[in-house]
């Protein structure tokens, strides 16, 4: 829990958390890890398919190891949770749609605040609203930008926006002023210059799902694989993606658009804890005016007007939460000061008498107690704000190998790639490691679509099935396709920034670090660019055999910011651990490229990039547990993990296993100082108390019979779990 706690006290400002009684500690110290893990999973669920999490095939169904219905005792629940989450915000910058549309309305907030003065809030509030909600309409490809001609594309753009802004009112039951909304629109576009900045984020965002040979209806049966079977559904979207051109190029917004909206639309706006019910002027020119240099944002601005070269560094600018980190606080004290300072000060004295000596009254419960008005309202406000502000900040740390950030900043790489994988390819047994990602892809996205029905019906609570259904899905070349650029954004996590840095200060560990790979590491991050690339990344090129620019399109696509980035993270082990095991692969002359197309040894080396570590970790416990008379099967668990998480054939079984096994030698003695650092034993140990009642009455000749694919999603997850948990820098002095 320890390692929990500093991770969240991370996220509070310094001068808070230095107190000695501050908000931040009290926070923590009450938090409920299962709560807060139940927090971010909301957030995960509610627009899962926009935000991939179908694609990288997490699990929803959070339980842990095998069976379907194995308890965790009550005393390890607050440990699992708090280890849980720390795996997910131990990760690298998280560039999903909301965190980019959440930063992007609040920049543009302070574009047009003057504009809105003389309007009521709810103009503004809608304002930002649609610009928000619009980046998942251009992402989902509900509307696609019909020209190459900018102005076309820009004055196409305007319209569609305006369009939207009045059906944004629609759907929240109001009618706004068509006078109104023309004024604002002129205002708008005369006095301010952010809708170029607008125009730029969303034609990035409206390609982001298109490949080669993929065609909009190929997303579209993506997207809508579940719609396009529903009774209730079918013809609804089976009519717009019939006919999809005369609804995504037109600029009006239909009543079909309306219903079939509300399946890529998240089911909550960030920004309403922030602006809804307060003092929106008050608060913009308070609070979101602070946390930006408006300098900065105005170089930006004007260099849109041209082109947009500078949306890699503006995105990677208002996405950096530590502005809020920083000064969110400090000014929310000013806005709430300044909203209050018409109070006269002698009932402020009264009521704070009234509420002195009714906590010296014999009372029965604190609720009898009476609370001053003013303290009502300063604590519900509060209450409000420091739930916008806890909830953004998490949604910019729950990642793994975000492959956003290569979505929106390598996007001509990927597209490199994705030419040359036109086809799935003749290999043997690529067709059966696609056919094993589907299977687990149906299951899984099942319970993501089950409780995203649940969460958008406003359920707090509900029960999700023990199995999930045995519909068939089809091969889709748009989500094949996701899948293949999910692997190279985790062969590639490390160009992300990574804005937690723990280091690992365990001398042992060190000692045994510097020994092992100080001088190889050191060499590797001396060297010049084209060296260091060739370090990286050729262990990985060297098992290829169509991709023979691999390295050399990385090198091309590379800048100095993704270097630095780079060196930062060749300290970290899983990094060190999956180099090790590419090696080893080669050496042993395992010839996967005999059966396996490039683009799948890609997918199955960013498995290993993501889970190895952590399965070598678990081992390590388990071997060392294993006794006569508590029987693990520890052996067993190899070949699952070979078959059902790497995806590779029972044919290389045996030679992937003696490769596992040489990785382990090289790191044993680091593996077994690890697996007592922080929380890993005891986490560690509720996994294997879960395999002891799983395998208790198996022979385990039937044990594989006994699998489910949630079984496998789950394991999967759970070595990804121990991987990002121990993600820690190890820079020996």
């Known amino acids: 829990m320890q390692l929990f706690k500093r991770v969240l006290l991370s996220i509070f400002p310094d001068d808070i958390v230095n107190q000695s ?44 190891g095998f069976g379907e219905n194995i308890p965790i005792k009550p005393k390890d629940v607050d440990l699992y949770y708090g280890y849980a989450a720390t795996a997910n915000l131990n990760g690298y910058r998280f560039f999903s749609p909301a965190n980019i549309a959440n930063s992007l309305s609040l920049v543009s907030a302070l574009y047009v605040k003057d504009i809105f003065w003389k309007y009521d809030p709810e103009y503004y509030l809608h304002f930002l609203y649609t610009i928000f909600l619009l980046h998942f309409v251009f992402l989902s490809r509900m509307k696609i930008f019909p020209s190459q001609d900018k102005e076309r594309n820009y004055n196409w753009f305007v319209d569609v926006f305006f369009s939207f802004y009045a059906f944004v009112f629609q759907q929240t039951g109001q009618t706004p002023d068509p006078k109104k909304l023309l004024e604002i629109k002129k205002a708008v576009l005369n006095t301010t210059e952010i809708f170029f900045v607008l125009f730029a984020v969303y034609q990035r965002l409206n390609t982001t799902f298109l490949y080669s040979k993929v065609t909009d209806k190929d997303i579209y049966a993506w997207l809508f694989h579940d719609e396009l079977k529903g009774e209730d559904t079918r013809k609804s979207f089976a009519d717009f993606v019939g006919h999809y051109q005369q609804y995504a190029y037109s600029s009006d917004f239909t009543a079909l658009e309306g219903k079939i909206l509300h399946h890529v639309l998240p089911a909550d706006i960030l920004l309403r804890y922030l602006f809804l019910e307060s003092d929106m002027s008050l608060m913009t020119e308070t609070v979101v005016a602070k946390l930006f240099d408006k300098k900065i944002l105005d170089e930006f601005v004007v260099r849109f007007r041209k082109d947009d070269s500078a949306l890699e560094s503006f995105l990677l600018y208002i996405t950096d939460y530590r502005h809020f980190k920083k000064k969110f606080f400090q000014w929310v004290q000013k806005y709430i000061i300044t909203l209050f300072k018409d109070e006269d000060q002698w009932m402020i004295g009264e009521d704070l008498d009234d509420l002195m000596s009714s906590i010296g009254e014999d009372v029965e419960s604190i609720d009898s107690f009476k609370v001053p008005e003013r303290i009502k309202k300063e604590s519900k406000l509060m209450e409000k704000i420091l739930n916008f502000y806890i909830t953004f900040i998490w949604w910019f740390r729950v990642s793994r190998g975000d492959n956003f950030f290569l979505r929106l900043f390598k996007y001509p790489l990927i597209q490199k790639v994705m030419t040359v994988i036109d086809s799935l390819g003749e290999k043997n047994y690529t067709l059966m490691y696609y056919g094993a990602l589907l299977d687990q892809y149906r299951t899984n996205v099942f319970y993501y679509r089950y409780t995203a029905d649940n969460v958008r019906a406003g359920k707090q609570k509900f029960i999700l099935p023990n199995k999930s259904d045995n519909a068939k899905l089809a091969p889709n070349i748009s989500l094949l396709k996701s899948f293949d650029v999910n692997s190279l954004a985790i062969i590639l996590q490390d160009i992300n920034p990574k804005d937690i840095r723990i280091y690992l200060k365990h001398k042992k560990i060190l000692d045994l670090f510097r020994a092992l790979l100080g001088k190889q590491v050191s060499d590797l991050v001396t060297s010049k660019k084209q060296i260091f690339l060739d370090g990286v990344y050729g262990s990985i090129a060297q098992h290829l055999v169509d991709f023979k620019d691999f390295v050399k399109d990385i090198k091309g696509a590379f800048t100095d910011q993704d270097i630095f980035h780079l060196k930062e993270n060749i300290y970290n082990i899983d990094y060190r651990v999956s180099q090790t095991f590419y090696q080893h692969l080669h050496g042993a002359k395992v010839a996967l490229h005999v059966n396996y197309s490039d683009i799948t040894i890609l997918g199955i080396f960013a498995q290993v990039r993501e889970t190895l570590f952590g399965f070598l970790l678990y081992m390590t416990f388990l071997r060392k547990e294993e006794t006569s008379t ?70 385990a000749t039937d044990m594989e019979k006994k699998y489910s694919d949630q079984d496998f999603i789950r394991y999967a997850w759970f070595l990804k779990n121990i991987t990002y948990y121990n993600k820690r820098f190890l820079i020996p002095k």
């Open 21 to 64: 009684v501050n908000p931040a500690s009290m926070f923590i110290s009450f938090i409920s890890t299962k709560e807060f893990f139940s927090v971010i999973n909301r957030k995960i669920v509610e627009n899962y398919k926009l935000n991939l999490f179908d694609v990288t095939q997490d699990p929803f169904e959070f339980k842990i």
């Open 630 to 699: 508590k029987q693990l099967h520890a052996d067993r668990l190899t070949k699952l993990y070979i078959k059902q998480v790497l995806h590779i054939d029972d044919d290389y079984a045996d030679k992937i296993t003696k490769v596992i096994e040489r990785v382990a030698d090289t790191f044993q003695d680091i593996l077994l100082q690890r697996i007592s650092l922080d929380d890993n034993k005891e986490y560690l140990k509720i996994a294997m108390d879960n395999r002891l009642i799983f395998t208790e009455w198996k022979q």
